[in-house]
């Protein structure tokens, strides 16, 4: 995992002190506007792009993905991840830009950065769970199992802060908050309480493992929900059945509040311009 820096970060950067920053964008293309154009200025409109997101893609630590979109809500989909506040602002200005003067409409966006669970089990609670099951504290075999959840706990904290997104087709974005009502308040709760039920929640996740990449992302004090949650796999179904099969647990019967549910297809370039008209 990438070290936390503890050092000032230098006054033309806005870099976190661990993780990155993400932000979701999507655009209309108004195709008046490019129906206007002559075939040489749409080739040169279409090169800009390309251009940008090449260039994009090409910068330090940083990753675009791009989308078509299903449903009229929005045309093109982008998900960029980088290090730097600077940077990422000035991709996401570029990217609305490349393709001329009032040519894509923003129609929805998100601004999140990649983070840590709280509710991610200690070694000290996994040492517990090990002797409640039998197994002797400083045994070889005890300590066999808290080496081995260390190295699977360390890559599963880089994933969380550093993830290297999936080329899978379909795609989903939604944010999400928790609950703050008079008669059920998750932050209300004690903290115990709120662990043991987010490990269950995992567990139901779970069963879709190798059928559904996820990423969690932070957006308390960046939006008004608080989470950003987006999803890759490689059929539709099983997305809505996660979806569907979560809202039974308790965290989401009782504190789960849901915004805009968002789908697309993750296109290369050539394909992505067929697809939305350009």
């Keep these: 995992m990438q070290p936390e820096s503890t050092e000032q970060p230098d006054s033309d950067t806005v870099i976190p002190y661990q993780g990155w920053h993400v932000i979701h964008l999507f655009f209309q293309i108004d195709q008046t506007q490019w129906?206007?154009?002559s075939d040489e200025e749409q080739r040169e409109a279409k090169t800009s792009l390309s251009e940008a997101v090449?260039?994009?893609?090409?910068?330090e630590s940083t990753q675009l993905l791009t989308f078509s979109m299903?449903?009229?809500k929005a045309d093109l989909g982008f998900m960029l991840l980088t290090d730097d506040l600077h940077k990422a602002n000035e991709f996401e200005k570029r990217i609305g830009r490349a393709l001329?003067?009032?040519?894509?409409?923003?129609?929805?966006?998100?601004?999140?950065?990649?983070?840590?669970?709280?509710?991610t089990t200690t070694e000290e609670q996994y040492g517990e769970t090990l002797v409640e099951e039998g197994i002797e504290?400083?045994?070889?075999?005890?300590?066999?199992?808290?080496?081995?959840?260390?190295r699977r706990i360390e890559k599963y904290n880089q994933d969380r802060?550093?993830?290297?997104?999936?080329?899978?087709?379909?795609?989903?974005?939604?944010p999400m908050s928790k609950r703050r009502g008079e008669v059920h308040n998750w932050y209300g709760e004690e903290y115990e309480t709120r662990r043991k039920l987010m490990a269950g929640h995992a567990r139901v996740g779970r069963q879709w493992a190798g059928k559904i990449r996820q990423l969690i992302t932070g957006s308390t004090g960046l939006e008004e929900y608080e989470w950003g949650v987006t999803l890759f796999s490689h059929?539709?179904?099983?997305?809505?059945?996660?979806?569907?099969?979560?809202?039974?647990?308790e965290v989401t019967v009782k504190y789960g509040e849901f915004g805009e549910f968002l789908i697309g297809l993750q296109l290369p370039l050539d394909e992505l311009f067929r697809r939305v008209g350009l």
């Design 54 to 59: 090449q260039e994009i893609r090409s910068a």
């Design 161 to 174: 802060l550093y993830p290297n997104m999936p080329d899978w087709p379909v795609f989903c974005f939604y």
């Design 100 to 119: 001329g003067p009032d040519m894509l409409t923003p129609t929805y966006s998100y601004l999140s950065m990649t983070e840590l669970s709280e509710y």
């Design 137 to 150: 504290k400083d045994s070889d075999e005890f300590k066999e199992k808290i080496a081995e959840y260390n």
């Design 70 to 72: 299903v449903t009229p």
């Design 35 to 37: 129906a206007m154009l």
């Design 235 to 249: 059929n539709t179904q099983d997305i809505k059945e996660i979806v569907y099969q979560m809202r039974f647990d």
